[in-house]
């Protein structure tokens, strides 16, 4: 491994019309599959909320420690799932909700409108997808925010695969919310400009994992952005995991699942 640190009649039924082909068409891409959940625990809550733009219930999980007291803020994870995966994926990675307990940490695992919608990091079939994708893990984590206390100087975000090209793109269009952030095989659109997303959350530590023997995302793909992190002076942690491929490493792996929240233990909003 690898370890770098460095920063009206006609037109009413013209307008009913209109509004049942345009309501139509902003949920065309929806499946019920979109809204299935895969991980049976206790500990974890499956939700769901009627998301402003369409009247539609979303999905999504959390995690509540049982140590939490509205007295004493929490800190917040917000965790993006790849690509294809259920809203509640994230919520079965080995050791996480164990990790989330002992830190203290409330979860929270939203769908992203539907599972391929890029968090609006990625041009979608439908481009009403990923505006979607993105305003739905926004709204989860306002929800999350009115119904508990939570320290508003430790709330993060971090993502694997897709999640990870969300957790780059959300956090540069909202640098002043997450006070860490974290990639896991990480898998922005190659055309992304590097420097010009990094530039906007350089103020914020990130920790980056890879592996070395990733075939969905290649090794060269995250070393270059973690080299222009050098360049920018960010703070950050790279760990590269020899051998590593681009999901077991993360999922089916405690000790590098750890690694995340050891990470935002000891971050905190600087301002």
Known sequence: MRITIAR??????????????????????RQ?????????????QHRSYTFPPTGEEIPYALFVPSTYNESDPAPLIISLHGLGRSYDWLMGYHGFLDQA???GYIVVTPLGYIRRGWYGSRKT?????GAYSEQDVMEVIQLVRDEFAVDNNRIYLWGHSMGGAGTYHLAAKNP???????????????????EATLSKIKHIPIFVLQGDEDTAVPVTLTRAW??????LGMQHVY?????GDHSLLI?????????FVDFFNIVRKKY
């Open 226 to 231: 973690v080299s222009k992190m050098e360049e």
């Open 101 to 103: 307990e002992a830190s």
């Open 176 to 194: 002043d919310l997450f006070a860490g952030l974290g990639v896991a095989a990480p898998a922005p659109e190659t055309s992304t400009d590097i």
């Open 32 to 44: 019920v599959s979109d809204d299935e959940s895969h991980i049976d625990d206790e500990r974890i």
């Open 125 to 129: 079939e439908d481009p009403q997808d």
């Open 8 to 29: 009206s009649l006609s037109r009413f039924y013209l307008s009913s019309l209109a509004l049942i082909f345009f309501s139509s068409a902003a949920w065309a891409d």
């Open 251 to 259: 999922s089916q792996n405690s000790e590098h699942m750890q690694k």
């Open 239 to 243: 760990a590269e995991i020899q051998g």
